[in-house]
């Protein structure tokens, strides 16, 4: 029998880990069988324990540093290692900026057959750390205890983040460096005001007992203006009244307070109903000149900054001249549909959502663009089931942005039928990216310029612009 098939579920081995694959995990070889390590970073020799074994290649967790790896920095957050959101903060930015151009090349060369794949532009993050506009933090009454953690701090009260691959324990939440600074001064606030309360008490999931539920927090990032949406079990504003009074008095910085009340026993952080309970219902966002107002549970960019570099560069790869008809398939809120209006004839977005529709039509009237028209259109059927009005022109230009999971098989075919000139396909998935493109391609469509933007530093998430040009 052969090294390799010894490796057995409980096996530990030293790695030298390669590079990282998608989804952030370390690569190693060992004796030509792949090895994906978690909490490793490419350079790094590991003492690791396999704890799962298929058949093409086993999984590891990192046990010990053997050798550090020449490209590790101090990663800032004392979470860093146990909350699973920033997997790689420990790993030097341009760094990760080379791993996942990799990432993204070999997605297309291995799964869309795109031999020696090459992107054409990278857009790194700047800045780094404190750039989402928005947090989700759960309550929680079973708090994750830290290893040589004293148990003196109590364990049934925590606000913070899920450990990863628990839904059952939260990560009791000091400090996040990807959230503006003003975010971790409400968490702070909102944990204390909480604790010396014992009628604020977090709802468990699995008894369906208690009342808090999420703090959600919205940043507008060039506004200032800053949403806090408290999530909970049920309707009772005298209790969440020591909440709301605490942060309004201590920090004077929040524009707007809501409550959404969620009585449903599924785990979802929107409710079945709101109440604004200060200031306004939205916050107001700026980007490229267009202002938006955004929602408790409307969809955005969670990074201001890099969304806006991203849309320049899905408007610098439509090339539109002002003559153009554009369908913007799987348009949310219709962010790309109106950054794109100003420079186009006739903008149609398709969304199946309503209120994201709903949205994108008060944020048309918002900004005075009067040549947008958005429908509600389930993509997977709506294309080849004939649906689409008659009197509504074909597309010149076609905007995909579709979900991580990439478009449904039947649409990625009937694309080529609306026989757009140019296809721009953003996305936040490569390898679906990648398989999809395969599709274009083999329906006279080529890769003409393929971008990738960094939105979310220290992470595994990638954003790509891809143009497809018919030929």
Not at 53 to 75: C, F, N, T
Not at 177 to 200: F, M, T, V, W, Y
Not at 290 to 301: D, G, K, P, Y
Not at 400 to 429: F, Q, W
């Amino acid at each position: 029998m052969s090294e390799r098939l010894d490796i057995k579920r409980g096996s530990e081995l030293e790695l030298k880990i390669e590079s990282l694959s998608y989804g952030g995990k370390g690569v190693a070889h060992y004796n030509d069988f792949v090895v994906f390590v978690k909490n490793a970073i490419p350079g790094q020799t590991v003492k690791a324990m396999v704890y799962r074994k298929k058949p093409g290649y086993a999984e590891a967790r990192s046990l010990d540093i053997i050798h550090e790896s020449s490209k590790a920095v101090d990663a800032p957050c004392g979470h860093f290692g146990v909350c699973g959101g920033c997997k790689v903060q420990n790993l030097d930015y341009s760094e990760q900026i080379i791993e996942k151009t990799r990432q993204v090349e070999d997605s297309f060369d291995r799964l869309g057959g795109f031999s020696g794949f090459k992107l054409d532009k990278i857009v790194p993050a700047d800045p780094i750390f404190n750039y989402r506009n928005k947090m989700e933090f759960t309550f929680s009454s079973n708090r994750w205890i830290l290893k040589n953690e004293s148990v003196d701090k109590g364990s049934l009260f925590a606000l913070g983040l899920h450990i990863p691959g628990r839904y059952d324990k939260i990560l009791d939440i000091d400090e996040c460096h990807i959230q503006p600074k003003i975010g971790n001064k409400i968490l702070s606030e909102a944990r204390d005001i909480c604790l010396a309360n014992p009628d604020l008490r977090p709802y468990e999931p699995k008894t369906h007992i208690g009342f808090l539920r999420y703090l959600m927090l919205r940043f507008g990032v060039r506004t200032d203006q800053i949403m806090v949406n408290m999530v909970t079990a049920y309707d009772d504003m005298n209790k969440l009244s020591p909440l709301i009074d605490g942060l309004l008095e201590n920090i004077p910085e929040i524009t707007s307070i809501v409550n959404n009340v969620n009585t449903r026993k599924a785990d979802v952080a929107f409710g079945e109903f709101e109440t604004l309970i200060y200031g306004q219902p939205v916050i107001e966002e700026k980007i490229g000149g267009l202002t938006f107002e955004i929602s408790a549970n409307s969809f955005f960019q969670t990074n201001t900054v890099q969304g806006e570099k991203l849309y320049d560069q899905v408007l610098n790869a439509a090339g539109l001249s002002g003559n153009e008809v554009v369908y913007d398939l799987y348009c949310g809120t219709g962010s790309i549909s109106l950054y794109l209006a100003d420079h186009a004839k006739k903008v149609y977005g398709f969304e199946v959502i309503r209120s994201a529709l709903e949205d994108a039509e008060h944020n048309a009237e918002r900004n005075k663009i009067t040549n947008t028209q958005f429908m509600k259109a389930n993509l997977d059927t709506f294309f080849k089931t004939g649906q689409l009005p008659r009197k509504i022109p074909r597309p010149d230009v076609l905007i995909l942005d579709p979900p991580r999971a990439g478009m449904h098989p039947d649409m990625t075919e009937h694309i080529p039928k609306l026989k757009a000139s140019k296809i721009v396909y953003v996305s936040c998935n490569p390898t679906t990216q990648a398989r999809d493109a395969k599709v274009l391609s083999e329906n006279g469509y080529r890769v003409d310029r393929a971008v990738m933007v960094d939105m979310f530093p220290h992470t595994p998430h990638i954003e790509t612009v891809v143009l497809f040009e018919k030929h």
